[in-house]
């Protein structure tokens, strides 16, 4: 049990489509951070949220926006899907002052076609 | 720019051998810095962080890494391997100050041969 709960497991969409992927972070945990995996590489950073607000984005365009609510489980919505976001979205949670590192969540897998 | 150098991208070992793997990172202030690993079908699992202290750090299921400053290294180990060990395993750095971007290595395949 990773204690980060992701929906959904798989998701097929089409190129141009808008999705909506969602995390519930660990219990206890109130910052939750976005990581897009594509297949054989490292997980890159998307963006984190804590206090219901985006503190810290990394290198992805406008179409990747987010939303943590006061229970602290986010959203992760991508507009205009282009091929290139086919991937492993991995949610992760953590306290604020990540003293106990981070927990990850088993992922969304998205198909763009 | 933080950044993370997984040199090893698929080690083959047989049981019982011991195994060492890689991490450089590119970051001159402090650092946290950690190793997940990632199970055929699993979600990433944390093995191992150093924040501050000892620089050996022992983990869960037999994994010690040793951060060495001068060195920008971080390197796992385990002296002798099993089977259930066969995974991707991913070295993570994240600076200490202002930061909240945890930068992944590429990541290092691990298969260990019965």
């Known amino acids: 049990d990773a204690g980060v709960t992701q929906s959904p497991t798989h998701l097929i969409k089409t190129r141009g489509q808008q999705v909506t992927l969602r995390c519930s972070p660990k219990?206890?945990?109130?910052?939750v951070s976005w990581y897009q995996q594509a297949l054989g590489q490292g997980p890159q950073f998307i963006f984190q949220y804590y206090e219901e607000e985006e503190r810290q984005r990394g290198n992805f365009p406008d179409r990747f926006s987010g939303h943590q609510f006061p229970n602290y489980s986010s959203e992760l919505n991508v507009n205009a899907l282009l091929l290139g976001d086919s991937a492993l979205y991995l949610c992760?949670?953590?306290?604020?002052?990540?003293?106990?590192?981070?927990?990850f969540g088993s992922g969304t897998r998205l198909t763009v076609v | 720019a933080q950044s993370v150098s997984q040199h090893n991208h698929h080690v083959i070992l047989s049981e019982a051998a011991s195994l060492e793997l890689g991490c450089n990172y590119s970051?001159?202030?402090?650092?946290?810095l950690f190793w997940y690993v990632q199970y055929p079908g699993q979600h990433l699992q944390l093995l191992l962080k150093?924040?501050?202290?000892?620089?050996l750090v022992k983990g869960i299921k037999g994994f010690e890494a040793e951060f060495i400053k001068s060195k920008f290294s971080f390197n796992l180990r385990k002296p002798s391997v099993q089977w259930s060990d066969t995974a991707e395993y991913f070295c993570a750095v994240i600076s200490n100050f202002g930061n909240e971007k945890l930068t992944f290595g590429t990541g290092t395949r691990l298969t260990i041969i019965p």
């Open positions: 970051y001159g202030g402090t650092v946290n």
């Open positions: 219990s206890g945990h109130d910052t």
């Open positions: 150093y924040f501050s202290g000892d620089p």
């Open positions: 992760a949670s953590s306290f604020r002052d990540r003293s106990y590192g981070y927990t």
